[in-house]
């Protein structure tokens, strides 16, 4: 008990202890880790445990903790004011560095939080369309906004719509859910709904059901899809965005949307959120137009100097090579290790970004994702947990490598696995 107090202390003040679901750490039956310190690729926690990161802030910090490049910008920032609610050239200096980094935004919008800049981008497109349907997929996490709620991945759902409480089905009334991976429901669907469509949101990779790539040519055939239909495709690359590359997944699978939202990696570890794409959609935006959208918060200060420094950095340092390498090196070892002890597993993994599905089967969709043992997973979670590895506490989400880590440390943590699948 006194091992828990900190949780306990918690109870007191939040429903579960917590103030984000996730962190509850209930679908691996554990208690919550409490973080007192974060330096680099280390966790260290109230109790004086030591772990190994593959949270990294939920892909935000792709640098590792503490970046100090970052850091100084931040505290740089700080010295001048933390927040002036008008206009600052930090604004700016940061969308500049995004807009050359992603061809498809011409102007953008900056918001507090990811959840904040789906909710702009997919008013924008109701607006510029003039319609109000939207296509989303199934496993596929825009945020918690009620009408995005349905089947989001992250664990919650199970396909059975809506997947939240205080939403009734007359809101998702515009909302249709396909599985991802499957061009034949969009065609089928678009073929039904042609003219009410609006827009298609998706994670161009999906990284809150597991690690989920798309399938070769999806993306682009989804955007031809639309682009008949005159349908806005939308790119949730709030994960990919400066992680699957530095111009994200859209430049990877050459695949540009017409509008783009992007969020953790661009706040260098500070809260953020951004929609940007073509000029005469961003046009809409008031004041230039009457789609509404405002924040006392909004593109911060702190956030975007840090953001700023934190992309400067990755320009720098250009770590995706070795991060893919590295991360392709945990994937292949531990499946080889996991096979060898015939344990049915798939690793997925597309950058830095890797989950362990322990399924017998290629995961390819949400429901493919769904048949993995979870159980095997929280057992998994909790012994990697004791060797000083701290993985996502579910099965449905993605891990993530980060910048500070090194070849030493994939050596340590695969003998540490190796270790811990002979107690499995
Ligand atoms: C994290 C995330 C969001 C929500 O961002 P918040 O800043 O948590 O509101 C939306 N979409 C995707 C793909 C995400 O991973």
């Known amino acids: 008990m006194k091992k828990n107090r900190y949780y306990l202390f918690s109870k007191k003040y939040f429903p579960g202890g917590v103030n984000s679901p996730v962190r509850a750490f209930k679908a691996v039956n554990q208690p919550p880790v409490f973080v007192k310190k974060a330096l680099g690729t280390t966790l260290y926690s109230q109790n004086g445990e030591k772990y190994y990161d593959f949270i990294n802030g939920w892909g935000a910090l792709i640098l590792g903790h503490g970046n100090k490049r970052v850091n100084s910008s931040a505290f740089k920032q700080l010295k001048n004011g933390s927040l002036f609610g008008l206009n600052s050239i930090v604004e700016a200096e940061l969308a500049d560095r995004i807009i050359s980094a992603f061809p498809s935004i011409e102007l953008l919008r900056f918001t507090v939080s990811g959840t904040e800049a789906v909710m702009t981008a997919i008013r924008l497109a109701k607006a510029f369309r003039g319609k109000r349907k939207i296509i989303k997929f199934e496993g596929c996490y825009h945020g918690h906004l009620d009408y995005l709620l349905s089947a989001a991945g992250s664990g919650l759902a199970t396909c059975s719509i809506p997947t939240s409480g205080g939403v009734f089905k007359e809101q998702l009334k515009d909302i249709i859910v396909l599985p991802f991976n499957d061009l034949k429901e969009v065609k089928k669907t678009f073929a039904g709904q042609k003219n009410n469509i609006a827009a298609v949101i998706i994670e161009p990779i999906a990284g809150n059901m597991g690690v989920i790539a798309p399938q070769k040519s ?25 992680r699957a590359s530095f111009g994200g997944a859209q430049a990877i699978y050459k695949t540009f949307p017409d509008l783009t939202c992007l969020g953790k990696i661009i706040g260098g570890g500070f809260p953020i959120g951004a929609v940007g794409g073509r000029k005469e959609i961003l046009k809409l935006l008031a ?37 893919k390498e590295m991360t392709g090196q945990i994937a292949d070892e531990t499946k080889k290790i996991a096979s060898k002890r015939q344990i049915p597993l798939q690793v997925n993994r597309s950058s830095s970004m890797f989950t362990f599905y322990f399924n017998n089967n290629e995961v390819y969709d949400f429901k493919s994702a769904k048949n993995s043992d979870v159980n095997k997973y929280a057992k998994f979670f909790a012994l990697l947990k004791r060797e000083g590895i701290l993985l996502p506490p579910s099965q449905f989400e993605s891990c993530f490598l980060s910048a500070a880590y090194d070849w030493r440390d994939v050596e340590k943590i695969l003998s540490k696995i190796n270790d811990v699948f002979k107690k499995m």
């Open 287 to 323: 004041p230039e137009g009457d789609v509404y959208h405002a924040g006392t918060f909004a593109a911060h200060p702190v956030s975007m100097a840090a953001g700023s420094a934190a992309i400067d950095e990755l320009k720098r340092i250009n770590p995706y090579k070795r991060m």
């Open 218 to 242: 999806f993306l682009q055939e989804l955007k031809n899809i639309c682009e008949k239909a005159g349908a806005l495709l939308i790119f949730d690359e709030i994960i990919t965005g400066f």
